[in-house]
């Protein structure tokens, strides 16, 4: 009984570096087989490109909705400091009114044995102590008036960030409750696409996808496969020539734009999606 031998298949090395233009000089498929991986990446273009519409819906939303959890994180750490500030502010005007009273209590005392010296030098060395006294209740009575006034801009700090974090959590809850919306009303049909587009990159070859991504990936509207229109380049709009142009009808080989290093298929392919 005969037995047929297996053929052995050899993948290609990825090279990430490498583009359609590298990849139009080393490719040999039949016409048939040229024709139908051209369609097919047309294919995955246009697929991929509804899902970059869809995600054009969302817009600045996922950034906005970031800076917002941002600032919230920076107001909320703001708001944390100046509770530490206040709740220290607070301990020294505590300590001060123990010294102002400490201060007062001396005085007291001193100007009651003023009452009883028994000779001038006792009596100014019991003045002395007393304006030494009374210099450090006003220093400390000074210390506590400028600190409450620390404290009343801490209350309005506060309070003006405790209003500025409700406002901004107000306006995140919005951005992410339209977020939401927008997701749910696409997830369906970008589920759809990425389950169509993964079955169509199946029957392309990894050199060609690699390229594929690379190109899209440096385009700035994602276009990696364009046809051509009005005699140009659909991706960068320069003028296509003539005799590129027949070739390019022909589906026989991958050709690229010179300009922007796109892959151009027929516009004939545009009447099958």
């Known amino acids: ?16 570096r490498e583009t359609f233009m590298s990849l139009s000089k080393s ?5 048939a087989g040229m024709e139908h991986k051209l369609h097919t990446l047309y294919m995955i273009q246009q697929k991929d490109s509804k899902i970059d519409e869809i995600h054009m ?3 600045e939303l996922p950034d906005e909705i970031r800076d917002l959890e941002d600032e919230i994180e920076g ?3 703001r708001v944390g400091k100046i509770r530490e500030e206040m709740a220290d502010a607070e301990k020294f005007v505590a300590q001060k009114k123990i010294e102002a009273e ?14 009883n010296v028994k000779n001038n030098r006792e009596y100014v060395s019991i003045s002395r102590e007393v304006e030494y006294q009374q210099l450090e209740l006003e220093l400390a009575n000074k210390r506590i008036g400028e600190k409450n006034a620390r404290i009343s801009e801490l209350k309005a700090a506060m309070t003006a960030t405790q209003n500025a974090i409700a406002q901004k959590e107000a306006d995140l809850e919005e951005k992410r ?36 991504e690379k190109v899209r990936a440096n385009a700035h509207n994602g276009l990696a496969v364009v046809t051509v229109k009005r005699d140009a380049c659909g991706g960068c709009f320069n003028k296509i020539p003539p ?31």
Do not use: H, W
């Not at 009984?1 to 990430?16: F, G």
């Not at 369906?188 to 990425?194: I, P, Q, R």
């Not at 010179?258 to 545009?270: H, M």
């Open 1 to 16: 009984m005969a037995t047929t031998k297996q053929k052995n298949v050899i993948d290609t090395p990825i090279d990430r």
């Open 27 to 31: 490719i040999n498929d039949s016409d």
């Open 57 to 59: 819906l969302l817009g």
């Open 75 to 77: 107001l909320k750490t």
């Open 102 to 115: 400490n201060s007062k209590a001396a005085i007291a005392k001193y100007q009651e044995q003023q009452a």
């Open 177 to 212: 409750k339209e977020c939401e919306s927008i997701t749910e009303d696409t997830a369906k049909e970008e589920e759809a696409l990425t389950k169509e587009i993964a079955e169509l990159k199946a029957s392309i070859d990894a050199r060609t996808l690699a390229a594929y």
């Open 243 to 273: 005799q590129r142009q027949l070739d390019i009808a022909q589906n026989k080989k991958i050709i690229v734009c010179e300009y922007c290093g796109r892959i151009l298929v027929s516009p004939d392919f545009e009447e099958d999606v």
